[in-house]
């Protein structure tokens, strides 16, 4: 299996642009997650989604971030406007079933920077 | 909601020594408690759970152990080598969703 793939690796962009954040996660796996690491707040959880449903977006910081799964096999995190205090790298994950035994699979994260 | 704390953020030992590393968390409604490793350049990749109805569990060289009363567990590495170098992330989940609340994370260092 390919494991959670994310693109793009690496993003830069200037302050007030939009930014997408694409996600497919592993096949037959139901749940997703959007995750943001920084050093200051560390691991957080953005929002999750259980058969393309979104479950929890409490996470989600405002209105310039959205979040989409049309399809078991694909999802986007959007940043629209952005701004520098976004800079952070981002995670996918997804796990086999919804319930909270299930381990998570991350991808390799986005590490985005807007200047 | 959940609060997990990890402490110290940075850990170093020779190898071959064992390390711990403590994990608190604040709501008494969790019950299960992952550990997650990450490498350099790479996400967090799960190396061993426990659940609330059990006290420690082992696998190889890493165990973990949690105390309910007190809200803390913790991660046990023994015969560290080089390649336990990574960031180390508790997290502590409840209820009936897959929400899980992650720790900062800890830097363990193992010096050859």
């Known amino acids: 299996d390919a494991g959670v793939i994310q693109s793009p690796r690496h993003e830069v962009t200037e302050m007030g642009q939009e930014v997408t954040l694409r996600c497919k996660p592993i096949s037959g796996h139901n749940s997703l997650f959007w995750y943001r690491q920084t050093m200051m707040r560390g691991l957080e959880l953005l929002i999750y989604f259980n058969n393309n449903v979104p479950i929890d977006d409490s996470g989600m910081p405002e209105d310039r971030f959205s979040a989409k799964m049309p399809n078991a096999s694909f999802s986007t995190l959007k940043i629209q406007p952005s701004e520098p205090r976004d800079s952070a790298v981002y995670f996918c994950a997804s796990s086999r079933t919804h319930g909270i035994y299930n381990e998570q699979f991350f991808g390799p994260g986005t590490r985005l920077t807007v200047l | 909601g959940e609060n997990v704390e990890q402490h110290p953020s940075t850990l170093s030992v020779q190898e071959g020594d064992s390390a711990v590393i403590k994990c608190t968390y604040s709501d008494s409604a969790s019950n299960y408690f992952p550990w997650y490793k990450q490498e350099l350049g790479k996400g967090p990749q799960l190396i061993i759970d426990?659940?609330?109805?059990?006290g420690e569990k082992k696998d190889q060289r890493i165990a973990v152990t949690l105390n309910k009363t007190a809200k803390h567990f913790s991660l046990h590495i023994t015969e560290t080598q080089p390649e336990d170098s990574a960031v180390y992330f508790c997290?502590?989940?409840?209820?009936?969703?897959?929400?899980?609340?992650f720790g900062k994370g800890i830097t363990l260092s193992v010096r050859p």
């Open positions: 997290a502590a989940s409840g209820g009936a969703n897959s929400k899980l609340t």
């Open positions: 426990i659940r609330s109805n059990v």
